[in-house]
């Protein structure tokens, strides 16, 4: 039997005309179409690509013919993929993503390191959690690379769906029906006021204190489970918050806050920020638990993960800090 093409050898050969058609496929086609493909828009995609348009427009053009399929809907006012298209984009992006990993695994391996986790997390989790469980890992296995992602907890899961993270740390809770999940922090919410605020004169607010008041939250689409347990956890009191603002992240809304814009709930280690111009009380009247969650796909376990998930276990069992 011949010899086994590397994921490297296989995309940047020259093309051979005795060769599959499909074998001319080339990194910059990949490349190229990706970048279209996002901005929908050939003179864009050109000057993102640093190219002029009428040699990217080639390029599409032969890759289609390689491919012996539209990836595109062309007119004069937009571009769409075609069904072909979105289809290919997928293909491409893990092709892409695999030959960078390749290139960084030997570029690891020239000093050391043996192999890599993807870790995907939020800002939260960055703010208690994750940093006991990275530095563990970093003093029991310095050989392992960890490239650390970050994003909202929807990106993180989504990411872990397209495998583009090994593992992901996020605000809970979760489910899903292809990863396992485990709770590694559970701590208790508490408001974040303006410097100012009346309130910031108690010791402890109770949540009802809080009814009437302006609210910042995230966005539902970005935590959808996260934001209905602070929902909930005002509804218990009996209001609704009058949510005026929305934010992304949490120094964003925290920013906010010390602009006078409103009120926030947050998880108690958010207070780890300590934002000038903000003051957070811990909340009465709640029982109600910020949850830090581990997902992975199981399919995809390897011994670095598990590593991971051991070393998070271990920060499970462990007392959150104050």
Not at 20 to 40: D, G, K, P
Not at 108 to 115: H, K, L, P
Not at 269 to 287: A, D, E, Q, W, Y
Request: aromatic fraction near 6%; hydrophobic fraction near 45%.
């Amino acid at each position: 039997m011949g010899a086994r093409l590397s994921i490297c050898q296989y995309y940047c050969m020259p093309p051979i005309e005795t060769q599959h058609n499909w074998m001319r496929i080339q990194l910059r086609h990949l490349r190229y179409f990706i970048v279209v493909a996002e901005e929908l828009h050939f003179s864009r995609a050109a000057r993102r690509l640093n190219v002029s348009q009428p040699p990217l427009s080639q390029q599409i053009r032969q890759l289609e013919e390689i491919v012996g399929s539209a990836l595109f809907v062309r007119t004069s006012r937009r571009v769409q993929l075609t069904s072909a298209g979105m289809v290919f984009l997928d293909g491409a992006r893990r092709s892409l993503a695999e030959v960078e990993r390749t290139v960084a695994a030997v570029q690891r391996a020239s000093y050391g390191e043996r192999d890599v986790l993807r870790v995907g997390f939020t800002d939260s989790a960055a703010l208690g959690g994750m940093v006991e469980i990275v530095r563990a890992y970093r003093a029991a296995y310095p050989e392992v690379h960890l490239d650390l992602i970050s994003g909202t907890s929807q990106d993180q899961i989504d990411a872990l769906e397209r495998d583009a993270v090994d593992v992901a740390l996020v605000r809970g809770p979760v489910a899903s029906a292809t990863a396992r999940t485990i709770t590694v922090r559970r701590e208790p919410f508490v408001v974040a006021l303006p410097a100012d605020h009346p309130l910031t004169r108690r010791p402890v607010v109770p949540v009802r204190a809080l009814c009437g008041q302006p609210f910042i939250l995230f966005p539902r689409h970005l935590a959808p489970a996260f934001h209905d347990v602070v929902i909930a956890l005002c509804q218990r009191a009996g209001f609704s918050p009058d949510v005026r603002h929305e934010s992304p992240d949490y120094q964003t809304m925290l920013s906010l806050v010390a602009a006078g814009l409103g009120l926030t709930i947050v998880p108690q280690s958010v207070r780890n920020v300590k934002p000038v111009g903000v003051v957070c009380r811990p909340l009465s009247g709640s029982t109600a638990k910020a949850e830090l969650s581990l997902m992975y796909r199981p399919i995809r376990l390897s011994r670095a993960l598990e590593m991971f998930i051991s070393m998070a276990r271990t920060e499970a069992a462990t007392p959150p800090r104050e």
